[in-house]
C-alpha cells in the first residue's frame, strides 16, 4: 500500500461525502479509491468507513485516522517545500483565507509577499468566517485573515497577529460629485442610516451580525431594502442604483475614486471590530508561511494596511 495516496483519499472522502466525487476529485476510479481505503483498514486494523448504500461517515477510529492524515500529508507538504527552497529563498504555496469584507487588504498582502519572495505563490481564497475556521482547523488553510474576537484562541489551537481595527461608513450617491475623488463627509449616526434604504449582506454574513448589533444598540431595527452575499452587489448597488449601503474602511477604499460617492462615518456606537491574520498554533509551519508570518508582523505592511482600512483620512 502507498500510504501517502491512500491518506490523501481519506481526505478527500471526507471534504465530498461520496465515494464518486472524492474518487473524481482525486483524478482515480471509485474502485480505486475504495480499495485504497480498505487498504488503510487492514493497514490499521480498524474500520474507518461507516458503510451503507452511500458514504455513512467515518467512525470515531476513522476520525482518528483522518486527524493524523491530516498532519501527515501537511508535514510532507512542509517537507517539499523545504527541500525546494534555498537557505535565504523560500518557495511554495501559501493559502490565505479571507472573510469578504477583508479581500483588499488581503489582496495587498499577497501582492506585497511575492514582491518580497518570488518563489512563494500565494492563493487568496475568498471564504466565511465559518469556513474559515474549519479551514484553519483541518489544515487546509495556511493563514486567515478576519474577525480575531470570533476564533477559539483561549484553546490555543490558533494564534492571532493583529493587524488593523475596522470602522464602518454609510456609502451612498453624493448630491454633487465630489472634484477629486469620494468624500468622506460628517459622520452619521446608525439611528438615521437606518431610514435610509439600505443594501445589505444576508443574514448568515458574520458581517452582518455586527452591523445588526449596531443598529440594535442605536435602538433600532432594519429592514434592507437589498440583500446580497456579494461584495461586489452590494457596492455596485450603491454605484448603480438608489440605495446605500454599510461598508467598512477596507472596501470603502477600493471605491475611493469615485467622485459621485461619498462616505459618511458611522456613530452612536462607534463601531470597532479587529480584524488579524490568524494561524494555527500547533502545526509547524511551512517556510513559506514563516515568510508570511513576517510579513504580517513588518511595520512598514502594518502602516500600509492601516493606511487603507479603518477610519479613512479624508483626501
Not at 482518528?64 to 525546494?84: D, P, T
Not at 484553519?136 to 476564533?151: C, F, I, K, P, W
Request: glycine share 4%; with cysteine.
Amino acid at each position: 500500500m502507498n500510504l501517502l495516496p491512500s491518506l490523501r483519499y481519506l481526505v478527500a472522502l471526507q471534504e465530498h461525502k461520496h465515494f464518486g466525487r472524492a474518487a473524481q476529485a482525486c483524478h482515480i476510479t471509485q474502485p480505486a479509491l475504495s480499495n485504497a481505503i480498505r487498504a488503510l483498514e487492514r493497514e490499521f486494523d480498524v474500520v474507518i468507513v461507516k458503510r451503507d448504500r452511500n458514504f455513512a461517515g467515518l467512525t470515531p477510529q476513522g476520525e482518528r485516522v483522518l486527524a493524523s492524515a491530516k498532519l501527515m500529508l501537511h508535514e510532507h507538504a512542509n517537507l517539499l517545500q523545504e527541500l525546494q527552497s534555498d537557505t535565504l529563498a523560500p518557495r511554495g504555496t501559501v493559502r490565505i483565507a479571507v472573510v469578504p469584507t477583508a479581500v483588499p487588504i488581503a489582496a495587498r498582502f499577497a501582492a506585497m509577499l511575492h514582491a518580497r519572495h518570488g518563489g512563494i505563490q500565494p492563493v487568496v481564497l475568498s471564504l466565511s468566517s465559518s469556513q474559515l475556521e474549519i479551514g484553519l482547523e483541518d489544515l487546509t488553510v495556511d493563514l486567515a485573515l478576519g474577525y480575531s474576537d470570533r476564533m477559539p484562541v483561549q484553546e490555543r489551537r490558533l494564534r492571532v497577529w493583529p493587524q488593523y481595527t475596522e470602522h464602518y461608513f454609510l456609502l451612498r450617491r453624493a448630491l454633487k460629485p465630489h472634484a477629486k475623488a469620494l468624500q468622506i463627509s460628517k459622520p452619521m449616526a446608525w439611528k438615521d442610516a437606518a431610514k435610509l434604504p439600505l443594501c445589505l449582506l444576508t443574514a448568515n454574513m458574520h458581517n452582518r451580525t455586527i452591523v445588526d448589533a449596531a443598529f440594535t444598540a442605536a435602538g433600532v431595527r432594519v429592514t434592507p431594502a437589498m440583500e446580497t452575499n456579494s461584495i461586489m452587489t452590494m457596492m455596485l448597488s450603491v454605484t448603480a442604483g438608489d440605495v446605500c449601503s454599510v461598508l467598512p474602511g477596507a472596501l470603502v477604499d477600493t471605491v475611493r475614486t469615485y467622485k459621485e460617492l461619498e462616505a459618511l462615518p458611522l456613530i452612536e456606537p462607534e463601531l470597532k471590530t479587529r480584524i488579524g491574520f490568524i494561524s494555527h498554533a500547533q502545526a509547524r509551519p511551512s517556510r513559506a508561511l514563516e515568510a508570511a508570518l513576517a510579513l504580517a508582523q513588518d511595520g512598514a505592511w502594518l502602516r500600509h494596511a492601516a493606511a487603507h482600512s479603518g477610519l479613512l483620512a479624508a483626501y
